[in-house]
């Protein structure tokens, strides 16, 4: 924190489940956020928020899949 700014860093993993026929039903997405905040009338808000990706895992086809599930 300086003056009316603060920064912050977290780590992030998550977990996406979507039972499929497949039986790979996970899709892992691992990273970090930078989070930049002002504070404004007595409240922190958020400036900026950047996701920083590492890596992914499991059945990366899990987005696409629910976003069919979503149209049917």
Known sequence: IKDNEAHLFCYVTAKHYLK??????????????????KKEEKKWI???LT???????????LPEMAQKKMNN
């Open 20 to 37: 499929n026929e497949s039986g790979k039903n996970v899709w892992t997405v691992v990273g970090t956020y930078d989070i930049d905040l």
């Open 51 to 61: 996701f920083n990706f590492k890596y992914t895992s499991g059945n990366e086809e």
């Open 46 to 48: 958020i400036h900026s």
